[in-house]
């Protein structure tokens, strides 16, 4: 979950684009960004503060995007997101198959 849903805070569909982040790493490393142990005030408290870890080795591309999309400004998701196609981290896919 995005931090805003955590906090109780307004948000909007935005908020996906949090979690997509957060799937992506899940993906491209085998665990979850801000993981701590059982899901618990730790990692509750590092979700909403903490920047997540990147493995050594991680494609700079993906970094990249996870970067973008767990900032925790949810400003800053929209940037992230206003030319995704374009993002190098999605440079093979063939949007128009889609």
Do not use: C
């Not at 995007?65 to 992230?80: C, T």
């Amino acid at each position: 979950m995005a931090p805003e849903i955590l906090l109780e805070k307004p948000y909007n569909t935005a908020v996906d684009w949090f979690s997509t982040g957060v799937v992506i790493y899940e993906m491209a490393t085998g665990r979850y960004p801000f993981y701590i142990g059982d899901l618990d005030d730790t990692t509750i408290e590092a979700l909403i503060n903490a920047d997540p870890a990147f493995p050594k080795g991680l494609d700079l591309q993906a970094k990249s995007i996870i970067e973008g999309l767990l900032n925790k400004s949810p400003e800053s998701w929209q940037v992230a997101v206003d030319n995704i196609r374009a993002h190098l981290f999605f440079m093979e896919i063939n949007w128009t198959d889609i």
